[in-house]
Nanobody
Framework: QVQLAESGGGLVQAGGSLRLSCAVS?????????VAWFRQAPGKDREFVAV????????SYADSVKGRFTISRDDAENTVYLEMNSVKPEDTSVYYC??????????????????WGQGTQVTVSS
């Protein structure tokens, strides 16, 4: 059974940094997967943030976070990270990690992901 568990959220000042973690279990049943971060602010739709293709470590980012956030994975720890730098108040959201087992490109739509974590809150103060 595939399970994802986020951690690392919290309160951070604008301009600061935070690292989120997504522990992935049950991934080995698939040859390759994409793991992505999404976020959802109050009253808004869930939006794509970044994705990593596990086997090759290749990545893709939303324009709003490009140059500030970095997604990476630790194969031995079965964990995907989201390093958030130069954070802004508009980055305040619940952050979710998600797994796509089909690996057709770099999906950015919620419907393309098969498994989700429970989310972790990130609040950026101005």
């Amino acid at each position: 059974q595939v399970q994802l568990a986020e951690s690392g959220g919290g309160l951070v000042q604008a301009g600061g940094s935070l690292r989120l973690s997504c522990a992935v279990s049950g991934r080995s049943r698939f040859t390759n997967v994409n793991v992505a971060w999404f976020r959802q602010a109050p009253g808004k739709d869930r939006e794509f943030v970044a994705v990593i293709r596990w086997q090759y470590g290749t990545t893709s980012y939303a324009d709003s976070v490009k140059g500030r956030f970095t997604i990476s994975r630790d194969d031995a720890e079965n964990t995907v990270y989201l390093e958030m730098n130069s954070v802004k108040p508009e980055d305040t959201s619940v952050y979710y990690c998600a797994l796509d087992r089909h690996v057709l490109g770099f999906p950015t739509r919620i419907q393309e992901y098969d498994y989700w974590g429970q989310g972790t809150q990130v609040t950026v103060s101005s």
